[in-house]
T-cell receptor, first 106, second 116 residues
Framework: AQRVTQPEKLLSVFKGAPVELKCNYS??????LFWYVQYSRQRLQLLLR??SRESIKGFTADLNKGETSFHLKKPFAQEEDSAMYYC????????FGTGTSLTVIP | DAGVTQSPTHLIKTRGQQVTLRCSPK?????VSWYQQALGQGPQFIFQ???????QRGNFPDRFSGHQFPNYSSELNVNALLLGDSALYLC???????????????FGPGTRLTVT
């Protein structure tokens, strides 16, 4: 079965602290993994994808096939990072996790 | 470019009724996907349309059907509405790049459907 798990529904960190949003997946083939973000009163938008191996807004995510994880990390959280974050997998269809609400405390 | 647009914004229907939701893709995009997002959940894939055909389908009953028009816009139809169909319905568009795949989905603001 194909599945995306985000174990934390809520996550709070202080401004300037490191942040890590966890994502684990289950997929039998070679997955395409993504992180989507939804800021308050805005629509869902792509943050980054594993094949790009790029850093967007200071965020990075590494695909770990051994641990079947795709955790999102940022070394120094900013207040504007407060948002809802969804991990997603593109297998034979798109699967989204249940999301993690990140709050950065000033 | 207004991006992906959806109509209506909100809708209230009674159990057993039928509903049609509409989506216009981002300019230049040819592929439309529909998602259902229940409260507190991530979006769940319903189906995807490309070249006016349903190309992929998620685990949704036949009460959920769709259509894509020659101008790439799309409709989602839900028959015999149930209380559990109350959700935010999202439309996303992409450009099919053939062997490169289609990855960057642009989402619309959604249609909030309430079934009473």
């Amino acid at each position: 079965a194909q599945r995306v798990t985000q174990p934390e529904k809520l996550l709070s960190v202080f401004k300037g602290a490191p942040v890590e949003l966890k994502c684990n997946y289950s997929y039998s083939g070679s997955p395409e993994l993504f992180w989507y973000v939804q800021y308050s009163r805005q629509r869902l938008q792509l943050l980054l994808r594993h094949i790009s191996r790029e850093s967007i807004k200071g965020f990075t995510a590494d695909l770990n096939k051994g641990e079947t994880s795709f955790h999102l990390k940022k070394p120094f959280a900013q207040e504007e990072d407060s948002a809802m974050y969804y991990c997603a997998l593109n297998g034979n269809q798109f699967y989204f996790g249940t999301g993690t609400s990140l709050t950065v405390i000033p | 470019d207004a991006g992906v647009t959806q109509s209506p914004t909100h809708l209230i229907k009674t159990r057993g009724q039928q509903v049609t939701l509409r989506c216009s893709p981002k300019s230049g995009h040819d592929t439309v996907s529909w998602y259902q997002q229940a409260l507190g959940q991530g979006p769940q894939f319903i189906f995807q349309y490309y070249e006016e055909e349903e190309r992929q389908r998620g685990n949704f009953p036949d009460r959920f059907s769709g259509h894509q028009f020659p101008n790439y816009s799309s409709e989602l139809n839900v028959n015999a509405l149930l209380l559990g169909d109350s959700a935010l319905y999202l439309c996303a568009s992409t450009l099919d790049k053939g062997a490169e795949g289609i990855y960057e989905q642009y989402f619309g603001p959604g249609t909030r459907l309430t079934v009473t």
